[in-house]
C-alpha cells in the first residue's frame, strides 16, 4: 500500500514557514495551517485532524531542535509510516547539511533541500528515502560551483544551465561502478584497513513491588553494526540465546528476540528459513542493524504459580542492582534508609568475580578473523564484565524543603530542591568491594510551620494547625505497636477514618537505581559467528581478512525501580 502526502512544510520554533513544498492535489497554504495548528490546545499531538481548513487535512509533525516538521494529507494513510518517513528526511538532512538542523542552514542550502524534497517523494509518493542513493541523484554545489554562479559563470548546478567547458574539466569525473546499483551502500567503497565491529546495547527496565517481586521486567535491545570494508561484501551474522536445544537452537532466539524489527538491508527470507542467521550486504559506516524486545519475566503474574513457586522463579532474574528504601524512621518518622545491593558475579559468564571486575577491558574483542564465539563476549579476553555509573535517585514529594543529614556508607549523596530529588552516587571502581550492600541515612525537612501544601498536608484530623508535638506523639504512640494508619477518632459521636500522617507524606514512594555494565547482556543474545561469502562478495580483493570486534553493552537509566509500600 502506497503512502500518499499533499505537502511537507518546515516549521521554525516563532511559527514561521522555512519551507512549503507541495506533492499533490491542493494543501492548505502555510498560513493557514499554522493558524489552525496554533489554536489547539498544548501539549499538540503528533497527529492532528484539521476539520476546520477546506478541504479537511490531516496532519503529521516531529520536532527536531527548533525546527518542527509537517506533513499535511487529505486521504488516511498509516500513520506510523508517514512519522517514519519525516524521521527519515531529518536524517537525511543532517546527512546532507550536518547537525544540528538550524533554518541558516537550510536557506543557504535551498536547492539541495529542494533537490531532496523531490527525489523522496515522487508525485506524494514516499519512495527514496536512502541517503546513500539520493547522493547519486542530488548534486550538492562545491564552494569553487557557488563562486562561478556569484560571479555571472555557470556553476556546478544543473538547474544553472549548461556547464562551462572550465567548469566541467575541474569537477572530478565520475569513477564507474564496480559493483550491483544496492541503495543502501555506496558504490566503489574503499578502505585501507577493513573492519566489521557489532555493538548490541541493551536497555534494562524492571519494577518491583515492595515485597521484591517483579512487577514488569523488560529490555530493549538494538544491534549497531559499524563495516569499514571495501567493495561489496556479503555478510552472515550469526546469533544465540540460551534456551535453544540440540536439536532446535533457533527456540532460544525466537523466545528472546521478540518483536524484531531489521534494516532494509537484511534478507527478511534467510532469517524466516533459519532464525539467529542475519543475511545482509551492510552500508557503508555505522548504521543499525536491527533492534528487538525482549520480556525477561519468568512467570507471568496471572499464571495461578504458587507463591513459593514464583518466589523461586523471580530469582531467576538477575539483577546487577537492586534497592531497597525504608521510611518514616526515627522518633519524629522523618528519617529514611536506602539500600543498593550491588552483585557483580553475572551468571553464565566465566570469571565474574569482584577480584577481577576492577581490571579495564576492551570491548572490542577479535577471536580471529572469521569466527567469534564465547558466553557473553569474554571469548579471548579474562576480564569479567564491569558493574558501572551506579546512581542510586530517590524522589521526594514537592512538599519537602529539604534533606539533611545524608550519610552514605559509600560514595557520595546530595539533595537537589529544585527537582526535589536525591542522588547517591556508588563507586564501583575499588575492585574487591563492588560486591556488598550499600547504606544511605537521611532527615526529611518539611514546610516551615510543619504544614504540608495540599490535601495531603493537612492535619491528621483535618485540623489546619496541628502542631508539632501531636505529631510527636502519634509516633511514640506508633513505636509501641499501633497502627497509626487504621486508628480512628471519635468526634461528634461517630467514628471518622484518621487521615494518614504528614510525615507520611513527606516520604518518598519509590526509589530506583542507574547502572551500566559492559561484557553482558540481560537476555543472554550473544554473537556466535560473522562470517564474509567470498563467493558471493564484489571488489572486496583476494585474501583479505577483515579485523572482526564485538561489544556488549547493557544499560538502565533509573530503569530498576522499586515500588515503596
Not at 476546520?52 to 527536531?64: Q, R, V
Not at 508525485?123 to 554562479?149: D, H, M, W, Y
Not at 528472546?256 to 538491508?265: I, S
Not at 564501583?428 to 495540599?454: E, M, R, Y
Request: overall charge neutral.
Amino acid at each position: 500500500m502506497s503512502v500518499i502526502i499533499d505537502a511537507l512544510y518546515v516549521l521554525d520554533d516563532q511559527n514561521e514557514c522555512v519551507v512549503e513544498h507541495v506533492y499533490h492535489g491542493r494543501p492548505p497554504q502555510a498560513h493557514q495551517l499554522i493558524t489552525s495548528l496554533a489554536g489547539r490546545p498544548s501539549p499538540r499531538p503528533a497527529v492532528n485532524y484539521l476539520a476546520d481548513l477546506h478541504p479537511p487535512t490531516t496532519t503529521y509533525s516531529i520536532t527536531s531542535g527548533n525546527l518542527s516538521f509537517v506533513a499535511a494529507a487529505s486521504r488516511d494513510p498509516q500513520s506510523l509510516a508517514v512519522l517514519d518517513f519525516l524521521n527519515r528526511f531529518v536524517d537525511i538532512l543532517e546527512d546532507f547539511l550536518g547537525s544540528p538542523l538550524l533554518r541558516g542552514k537550510i536557506e543557504d542550502n535551498y536547492e539541495v533541500v529542494a533537490q531532496l524534497l523531490g527525489e523522496v517523494c515522487d508525485g506524494g509518493i514516499i519512495s527514496n528515502t536512502e541517503p546513500n542513493a539520493l547522493r547519486e541523484s542530488v548534486e550538492v554545489s562545491s564552494l569553487i560551483g557557488k563562486l562561478f554562479t556569484q560571479v555571472g559563470l555557470p556553476g556546478t548546478s544543473p538547474a544553472l544551465g549548461p556547464q562551462s567547458s572550465f567548469a566541467s574539466s575541474i569537477r572530478p569525473s565520475p569513477i564507474p561502478s564496480n559493483g550491483p546499483a544496492i541503495p543502501w551502500r555506496k558504490p566503489n567503497v574503499r578502505h585501507t584497513s577493513n573492519e566489521l565491529y557489532v555493538d548490541i546495547v541493551e536497555s534494562l527496565s524492571v519494577i518491583l513491588a515492595p515485597s521484591g517481586r517483579p512487577i514488569s521486567a523488560r529490555c530493549n535491545g538494538s544491534i549497531a553494526f559499524t563495516a569499514k570494508i571495501s567493495g561489496v561484501p556479503d555478510l552472515l551474522l550469526t546469533l544465540s540465546a540460551p534456551g535453544g536445544t540440540s536439536t532446535a537452537k533457533t527456540s532460544g532466539i525466537l523466545r528472546t528476540m521478540q518483536l524484531p524489527v531489521f534494516h532494509p538491508c537484511v534478507r527478511l527470507a534467510r532469517w524466516k528459513e533459519h532464525a539467529g542467521e542475519i543475511s545482509f550486504v551492510p552500508p557503508d559506516g555505522r548504521f543499525m542493524l536491527a533492534g528487538y524486545e525482549t520480556d525477561l519475566m519468568p512467570l507471568p503474574l496471572d499464571s495461578g504459580a504458587s507463591p513459593d513457586q514464583a518466589s523461586s522463579s523471580s530469582e531467576k532474574i538477575f539483577l546487577p542492582a537492586t534497592v531497597d528504601l525504608r521510611a518514616g524512621l526515627g522518633p519524629s518518622g522523618m528519617d529514611f534508609e536506602a539500600r543498593a545491593i550491588l552483585n557483580n558475579h553475572f551468571p553464565g559468564v566465566p570469571g565474574s568475580s569482584s577480584g577481577k571486575s576492577g581490571s579495564s577491558r576492551s570491548t572490542s574483542l577479535n577471536a580471529g578473523p572469521f569466527s567469534f564465539g564465547g558466553a557473553s563476549g569474554s571469548t579471548g579476553s579474562s576480564a569479567a564484565p564491569t558493574l558501572e555509573a551506579v546512581v542510586v535517585t530517590i524522589p521526594f514529594p514537592q512538599a519537602v524543603r529539604a534533606v539533611t543529614e545524608l550519610k552514605p556508607s559509600r560514595g557520595e549523596a546530595s539533595f537537589n530542591a529544585m527537582d526535589k530529588t536525591v542522588e547517591w552516587r556508588i563507586p564501583t571502581k575499588d575492585g574487591a568491594s563492588v560486591n556488598g550492600v550499600a547504606v544511605l541515612s537521611g532527615t526529611v525537612t518539611g514546610p516551615l510551620g510543619g504544614n504540608v501544601n495540599g490535601a495531603q498536608g493537612a492535619a491528621a484530623d483535618g485540623d489546619n494547625g496541628s502542631d508539632v508535638g501531636d505529631a510527636e506523639d502519634a509516633d511514640r504512640s506508633n513505636s509501641q505497636g499501633e497502627d497509626e494508619s487504621r486508628r480512628t477518632t471519635v468526634r461528634n459521636g461517630h467514628n471518622t477514618p484518621r487521615k494518614r500522617h504528614p510525615s507520611r507524606t513527606l516520604m518518598p514512594r519509590s526509589i530506583a537505581v542507574s547502572f551500566s555494565v559492559k561484557g553482558w547482556l540481560p537476555s543472554g543474545i550473544k554473537v556466535d559467528a560473522l562470517l564474509v561469502d567470498a563467493k558471493k562478495s564484489k571488489g572486496l580483493g583476494d585474501g583479505v581478512r577483515p579485523y572482526k570486534g564485538v561489544k556488549y553493552i547493557t544499560v538502565s537509566r533509573r530503569g530498576v525501580e522499586r515500588r515503596v509500600d
